[in-house]
């Protein structure tokens, strides 16, 4: 075979396809801007936190607190907690850090294994690694002298922990509650507004973990319709839900206050190791209303 000339060997390499030149590298996407909060008063517990109520209330001592406490259901009590100008101003920050999120693609972690939406403000309860927004601990310190005074049978004077974050209900997102109980051994649930309609809490009375399932009675129903800037204390075992929002957003404030100790050790106070006297199923309710099986 004829060797090929200079001129057919030049069309042989013109007449190949090139391979396609690589891309190059795709650049990593720009790190998130940073949040700038628009009031980082907002971000702490200044002094100027605490309604002018209770602040008076808890300088005054425990008798104090549990006058400005009103009762407004089986073991709820109703009280002004945080100031007005203080409630606005985080609710404000907690919409402005949401939509921060959604612009820079930033995923914020659920605020409950129930609630989708909302923001953890300060978890401290070493079962998972701290997370801090802002500080909660001062809330709690200033809640447990009436906490104590209203839930000693759930270990009120022995709150060492906490789990404090936002939950926000809207109709696009969370709009209701199932039943449950909180894990907490006293629940502050504080209003912090919004333009809103429905969304009503719902209580069927305290149970160990044991009975959490079994009947209520009537006198254990209670409902609830938030007020901005109005806070509910309640045992987290006292179990509840919400109903369905119809109408518009609502931002509450929710600190779980947990007896750190006493869970370490046991105790049946909390009601998590065993049936206890405040469970609603309890062998005293039992003989006398004849609700479920201690045993069960």
Not at 167 to 173: A, I, Q
Not at 210 to 231: I, M, N, Q, S
Not at 236 to 263: Q, S
């Amino acid at each position: 075979m004829p060797r090929p000339s200079p001129l057919q060997l030049l069309r042989r390499v013109l007449g190949r396809p090139r391979p396609a030149p690589k891309a190059p590298p795709r650049a990593p996407p720009p790190p998130p801007a940073p949040y700038v909060p628009a009031n980082p008063e907002a971000w702490r517990l200044g002094p100027d936190a605490l309604h002018p109520r209770y602040a008076a209330a808890l300088a005054a001592g425990p008798a104090a607190l549990a006058a400005l406490a009103e009762p407004v259901g089986p073991g709820l009590w109703a009280l002004p907690v945080l100031s007005e100008p203080f409630c606005a101003a985080l609710r404000a920050e907690v919409s402005r850090k949401q939509a921060w999120a959604a612009r820079e693609g930033v995923e914020l972690s659920a605020p409950n294994s129930m609630n989708r939406y909302g923001l953890i403000l300060d978890s401290q309860t070493g079962d998972e690694p701290p997370q801090t927004l802002i500080d909660l601990s001062p809330l709690r310190e200033a809640l447990a002298p009436l906490a104590a005074r209203l839930f000693p049978e759930h270990g009120g004077e022995h709150l060492t922990q906490h789990h404090g974050f936002v939950v926000t209900y809207t109709l696009g997102g969370d709009r209701e509650l199932a039943f449950h109980a909180d894990d907490a051994e006293v629940t502050l649930n504080l209003c912090l507004g919004g333009g809103f309609e429905g969304g009503e809490l719902y209580f069927e009375g305290p149970r160990c973990l044991l009975h959490h399932d079994t009947p209520t009675r009537a006198e254990e129903r209670a409902f609830w319709a938030h007020r901005p800037g109005v806070a509910l204390l309640h045992a987290g075992a006292n179990r509840h839900g919400a109903l369905p929002l119809t109408a518009g957003r609502r931002d509450n404030l929710i600190l779980w206050m947990r007896a750190g100790g006493l869970r370490a050790a046991g105790d049946t106070r909390t009601g998590l190791e065993g049936c206890v006297g405040w469970c609603g199923a309890s062998a005293e309710w039992v003989r006398g209303e004849g609700v479920g099986d201690a045993g069960a």
